[in-house]
């Protein structure tokens, strides 16, 4: 846990830490709001003010950053990256959870969401049990039991809350099951994929040798991974149309 916390606080001091702390916390804080004495108005603003930043960011990422770093050598890429993944690393799961929860819980709160419990307990077991296993295999990690033991509990608690809720179960409108459907793959990507590759970016910039070819190839792949999220929220932009009208 120690080492854990002296990751956090130096990836933060990396990224700023005034940069770090409002990434986190504005975000969270305005979720807070929409989701306890916040009018259907200004829930509604928080969800989309956090989706247009998740997705021009990764939009960004992928048509323009991704591009411009792919001209560049190695060892520039890397200092790039260097640079920019800790602020990244904040600031994007942050979105992307403030994004997701409040679109959910904005979509219950209008009624366009029917039967939303088991559809959100079979949501949350699609990302979080691929995601986990994405994230071992990440950090070479699958025959850790530890990581086996997180991966099972999850199995476990999750095959739990799916027995509870499943009973109850009933079609949703298409367009509701079509958000879902690509926010999972949304989630996973970013919590399975990117949030590790970042973190992988850092156990290499902190090193005692860091490894630039390393850095550089984890960071053009999540460029390009940044312009294919962007092309899902564009996606599910479209969707929302539909549930709206």
């Known amino acids: 846990m120690a080492t854990a916390t002296a990751g956090v606080r130096g ?50 990422m992928g048509l323009v950053l991704g591009p411009v770093l792919g001209s560049l050598d190695v060892g520039d890429r890397a200092e790039v990256f260097g640079r920019f993944t800790p602020k990244m690393t904040f600031l994007m799961p942050v979105l992307a959870v403030v994004t997701v929860f409040g679109g959910v819980t904005l979509a219950v709160r209008l009624g366009k969401f029917p039967h939303a419990d088991p559809w959100i307990a079979l949501m949350s077991t699609a990302i979080v049990v691929p995601g986990l296993l994405l994230i071992a295999s990440q950090f070479d990690a699958l025959s850790d039991l530890r990581a086996l033991a997180v991966v099972g509990a999850a199995v476990v608690g999750h095959g739990v809350w799916l027995a509870d809720v499943l009973p109850a179960f009933a079609m949703t409108s298409p367009e509701m099951i079509a958000a879902l459907v690509v926010v999972t793959l949304l989630s996973v990507l970013g919590f399975g994929v990117l949030l590790p590759g970042e973190v992988r970016m850092y156990r290499q910039l902190t090193s005692t040798n860091p490894n630039e070819e390393i850095i550089s190839r984890i960071g053009m792949r999540n460029a390009k991974l ?14 929302m149309v539909y549930i709206r009208l």
């Open 11 to 60: 990836m933060a001091e990396r990224a700023n830490a005034a940069f770090a702390a409002g990434a986190v916390v504005v975000p969270l804080a305005a979720l807070a709001y929409a989701l306890t004495v916040a009018p259907v108005r200004h829930h509604m603003y928080v969800h989309v003010m956090a989706g247009v930043l998740w997705t021009g960011t990764d939009l960004f």
């Open 226 to 239: 940044s312009g294919v999220q962007g092309a899902l929220q564009l996606v599910i932009i479209a969707v």
